[in-house]
């Protein structure tokens, strides 16, 4: 792998590509401690350290943005948010459905009702949170040097402003940089917590050498379960199909076997990304009204078996959802036809879409039973334990960093062999 990514050096399409990702992350992780104006830093800090754990875990995937209260605190959810809504809308709206099938012109009208919806987002988070800060259980007092309606209005601008340039950058990484650029957003937001929450871990008990032990233990534990996950990431449903012998012109065309490649876990860690901020929207809910039934509710969702009913729930149907928005075996069936090709013991046409169905099926329920254990049973443990390793470690956030590495990996493979070099995956 260390060949590979010296190869990749090697290429100076691909490392323009490389140092670009990497100069957007490290201006997303500085505009993450870039407070706002108007904000009291020290005062804040340690009126966050008292939050609840839907509030703890909102600042997990902001990378520590929320708790600094930076310009970078609403984080990439607004627009994660944005575009479920827009994916659901695929199947409800009848005009956004024909957007989809549109090609690249649908694609862009998408896009644009996504940025608009993500602004405003972006603007009703910005006022709840800027309402709950000022409530009576944080008590936060902002700057009196200018009057407050003025602080109230360049604190929520700026934090829309933010929204809008984590948007711009994360575009800009999937354009011109390499990989999925909010994916890779989020995947940097949750490694950024890892060294304070290893160091956590370590001084949880009195006792500093079991609180190593411990930790040790916990990073053991994930290296383990890497390996698993992966192959459950790369695993694959393959239906033969064979392509019957024809004439075109003066050559026999046709004759050989092939595969329809199905993935275990077809939609990666959408489903997980999708769940989390489902489960989490009664958390921001929270932030704007301000009202204690619905914070009590929001913690709920956020620990507890209600929450784990929940993660196991969202994810599987999200893992079908997306499965069947990716893949439609009607179109596949008909490919299939038009080429001359058929499934062994299968009639075209209908009883073949119908196969396909079923494998698909079949196929996605144990992947999205095994992400959604994967998920739950850290959070579980984190919840009878306090460990912040655990949260930090947690299924969650391990497959996420697991599927958005794999596919990043994928990508720079993919660059590699056009210029004949070998790939990470050999």
């Known amino acids: 792998m260390l060949s590979s990514i010296i190869d990749a050096f090697k290429v100076p399409e691909l490392r323009k590509k490389i140092l670009f990702t990497l100069a957007i992350l490290a201006l997303y992780r500085f505009g993450a401690y870039v407070p706002v104006p108007g904000i009291p830093f020290h005062e ?23 708790s600094n209260f ?31 099938r549109e090609g690249d012109t649908g694609r862009r009208k998408i896009t644009q009702v996504t940025r608009y919806l993500t602004l405003g987002l972006g603007l009703i988070n910005a006022v709840g949170y800027l309402l709950l800060f000022k409530s009576p259980a944080y008590g936060v007092q902002f700057s009196t040097e200018v009057p407050e309606a003025l602080t109230n209005i360049i604190i929520v601008f700026t934090l829309v402003a933010g929204t809008a340039f984590i948007m711009w950058m994360g575009e800009l990484i999937t354009q011109r940089g390499i990989g999925n650029g909010m994916s890779l957003i989020i995947f940097v937001s949750i490694v950024s917590r ?19 032990a411990l930790t040790i233990v916990i990073l053991a534990v994930v290296l383990v379960c890497i390996p698993l996950i992966i192959f459950v990431e790369r695993a694959q449903r393959r239906i033969p199909v064979n392509y019957a012998k024809r004439v075109q012109g003066r050559k026999m065309m046709g004759g050989q076997s092939t ?14 990304i999708f769940a989390s901020c489902i489960i989490y929207f009664p958390a921001q809910l929270a932030a704007i009204f301000n009202v204690d039934w619905l914070t009590t509710f929001a913690n709920w969702c956020s620990t507890g078996w209600l929450n784990w009913l929940l993660t196991v729930a969202l994810i599987v149907l999200f893992a079908y959802f997306y499965t069947s928005m990716v893949f439609n075996p009607e179109e596949t069936a008909d490919n299939i036809r038009k080429q001359g090709g058929f499934i ?16 698909i099926n079949r196929v996605t329920l144990p992947g999205g ?22 949260q930090a470690f947690g299924g969650t956030s391990i497959l996420i960093m697991i599927g958005v590495a794999l596919d990043t990996m994928s990508k720079v493979e993919s660059q590699l062999k056009m210029y004949n070099y070998e790939g990470f995956f050999k």
């Open 44 to 66: 804040f800090a340690t009126a966050f350290q008292d939050t609840g754990v839907a509030m703890t875990m909102l600042d997990l995937f902001t990378g520590g943005a929320l």
């Open 70 to 100: 930076s310009v970078f605190s609403l984080g990439i959810m607004p627009y994660i948010t944005a575009s479920i809504i827009m994916q659901l809308m695929q199947g409800v709206i009848p005009a956004v459905g024909r957007w989809a």
């Open 194 to 212: 890892v060294p304070s929450a290893i160091f956590s871990s370590a001084t949880l008990t009195n006792d500093l050498g079991t609180g190593i």
């Open 259 to 272: 595969y329809i490649p199905l993935k275990v876990n077809a939609a990666g860690v959408i489903p997980i």
């Open 344 to 359: 062994p013991g299968v009639r075209p046409g209908t009883a073949t879409v119908q196969y396909i169905k079923n494998v």
């Open 369 to 390: 039973i095994f992400i959604a254990l994967i998920a739950v049973v850290p959070t579980i443990i984190f919840y009878f334990t306090n460990n912040q390793l655990i």
